[in-house]
């Protein structure tokens, strides 16, 4: 029986570009189920509270006032500025936790540098500056909470 013939050597066949699916749906980039939403509206308790009332107008604007006082967040944020209190009060959680942070991350980095140092005892007191200056600013005036409602006088 006679041997078989030689298979042709061919080239391997170049890759073909990938192709980017294109998506059914008009959203590229989401899940084929959830269209893109409107932002939801704010919470509002539907029984209120035991105590709780609607804001207040102001008498000159007739704007909704906060029940926050800004002289209580003022000085609050004055003298427990280092743990964010003034922002904790006014319901501003994040810039109360950044302030926390930078004030006790400097106090930290400038007590592991040692006392001896003088550099870290420059810095230290600038995370308890930033406070203090944003409880003269919430004393000053026109502030609002977390809600958007402008602090009472």
Known sequence: MPAPPPRPVTPPAAAAP?????SPIAYPGLPMSVPPQPPAPRY????PAPGFREPAPDRLT????????S????????FLGGVGAGRFYTGHVALAFAQMSVAWGILVIGLCAGFALVVP???MW?????????GIVLLA???RDSDGYRLRS
């Open 62 to 69: 007739g704007e909704p006032l906060s029940s926050r006082s």
């Open 126 to 134: 600038v995370g308890f500056i930033w406070p203090v200056i944003d």
């Open 44 to 47: 509002r308790p539907l029984s």
């Open 71 to 78: 002289l209580t967040a003022g000085l609050l944020q004055v």
């Open 18 to 22: 990938a192709v980017q699916p294109m």
């Open 141 to 143: 005036g026109n502030q």
């Open 121 to 123: 005892w420059l810095f």
